[in-house]
């Protein structure tokens, strides 16, 4: 297979929390977790799966935030005649994915499953791009370093089932794990290619016709870029590969049969009222893996440099104003200057979100989308972050936080000898159970 030709340009009303609920999901959490953690122990230097499900659960009080945000109504009809209906308007969030960065597959964070899937689809990235991947370029080789490489992936965090079952929902246990297709990307030439063009619009001229000039040229003759394009999506559509993972869900079937009960045990101590938003991911589902998105994410093909966030300081950032001392999300490759390696994990952790919850962004992944049939969606408000690895954390936080005159900055005594970090993602739903047509909520 030929390798792709390398294009890269130069880049110079009032909500009201329901009473009883943070216990409740206390006793819920403490259940779950020496239930989980029984399962297998998790060794020093990595997580394991039945560790990401019972870390999940013990952060729950602290990130779910429950909340009822007003009622939904719902036309019913018969033959005959018709009535309304109304079911309770809620929001919380749900642990969706676990966002893991790492230098070398064989030291992925996630020990089980996350080490299968990274070196398993490493040799598939090489046969895409044509060249040997290797072990994402190192990290930070000394504390004065400033750039740094890393993979990452995206997997359905299976504690994410817990809000399925309590919304009555089944969740059936995949053997397999498919590598995500094309379907994304080919939306990119006519959906998202025009909306960038929209993006630059907005950008002063003189900005446009200087620093940006290459991703200009490439937006106004694009027939090379889409060609490559063409190309690699050929590359992708033969490999059809899936990964077995039998063996990593056998060790948390029982946890996930705790969590049916406890989910019945949850709504029958609120009469059938705990009303939960199913989550976008799906069960062990491979959103993103960037070995197989080598093409794009190490830049052979630089599609991410088209967006004018790449180039105009202070758009698309992590956190906020000038003094900021994270890093940008765009463009959204494995490369980032940043010299604390924690920081450096949660800006990409960040690139990946960014990546996974909108459509026909020019990445090979699967969209997290929330299931549209029992429950009618209103958006969120974003997503919260928890530590799973290499210190388990029992809250949530959202990244950016303005540390530059502080002593101390976000990450300190949170770094991994091997460079590799898991992230949990909680994401923000909204939702109501459908009742028949929706025809309006208050607020």
């Known amino acids: 297979m030929n390798p792709v030709p390398s294009t890269r340009p130069t880049r110079q009303t009032r909500t009201k929390r329901r009473p009883g609920r943070r216990a409740l999901l206390s006793s819920v959490a403490a259940a779950v977790t020496s239930m989980t953690l029984a399962l297998a122990p998790a060794p020093a230097n990595a997580i394991t799966t039945p560790g990401v499900v019972g870390y999940t659960a013990a952060a729950a009080p602290s990130c779910v935030s429950y909340m009822v945000e007003g009622v939904c109504f719902f036309l ?27 230098n070398d597959p064989l030291m992925h964070p996630w020990a089980d499953l996350g080490t299968l899937v990274a070196t398993t689809l490493t040799a598939a990235g090489s046969s895409i791009i044509g060249r040997t991947l290797d072990s994402s370029a190192g990290g930070l080789d000394t504390p004065s370093a400033m750039t740094n490489y890393k993979s990452a992936d995206a997997i359905g965090n299976p504690a994410g089932a817990l809000a399925a079952m309590v919304a009555g929902g089944s969740v059936s246990m995949p053997t397999t794990l498919t590598i995500p297709s094309v379907t994304e990307l080919a939306k990119f030439p006519t959906q998202e290619l025009p909306n960038i063009g929209r993006q630059w619009a907005s950008v002063p001229k003189d900005i446009a016709n200087t620093v940006a000039s290459d991703a200009k040229k490439m937006l106004e003759a694009p027939a090379q870029m889409l060609e490559s394009l063409q190309t690699i999506m050929k590359s992708i559509q033969g490999l059809g590969q899936v990964i077995k993972i039998a063996e990593t869900v056998q060790q948390i079937q029982g946890g996930l049969e705790g969590f049916q009960q406890l989910g019945s045990m949850v709504s029958g101590a609120t009469g059938g009222s705990m009303l939960f938003c199913p989550g976008g991911a799906t069960l062990f589902g ?19 440099m088209l967006y ?15 003094t900021q001392t994270w890093g ?16 450096a994990s949660a800006v990409l952790a960040e690139r990946i979100a960014s990546i996974i919850y909108k459509s026909a962004q020019p990445h090979i992944y699967t969209k997290v989308e929330p299931p ?72």
């Not at 018969?78 to 642990?95: D, M, N, R």
């Not at 491979?286 to 991410?304: K, S």
């Open 286 to 304: 491979l959103h993103i893996q960037t070995e197989i998105d080598a093409p794009f994410w190490r830049g052979v093909l630089p599609l991410e």
């Open 76 to 102: 019913r009809c018969k033959l005959t005649f018709c009535w309304i209906e109304t079911s309770i308007k809620i929001s919380h969030y749900v642990p969706d994915v676990v966002v893991s960065t790492y």
């Open 372 to 443: 549209s049939g029992s429950h009618v969606y209103f958006g969120g408000r974003g997503h919260q972050w928890q530590m799973l690895h290499p210190r388990p954390a029992s809250s949530c936080l959202t990244f950016g936080g303005n540390d530059s005159l502080s002593l101390t900055t976000f990450g300190d005594g949170q770094t991994d000898p091997a460079d590799g970090y898991a992230w949990n993602l909680w994401q923000h739903y909204i939702c109501c159970q459908r009742r028949g047509i929706f025809l309006f909520s208050v607020p």
């Open 308 to 322: 004018p966030q790449s180039w105009v300081p202070g758009l698309g950032e992590v956190g906020s104003g000038y």
């Open 328 to 343: 940008p999300t765009y463009p959204r490759t494995g490369e980032i200057i940043q010299s604390h390696p924690v920081k």
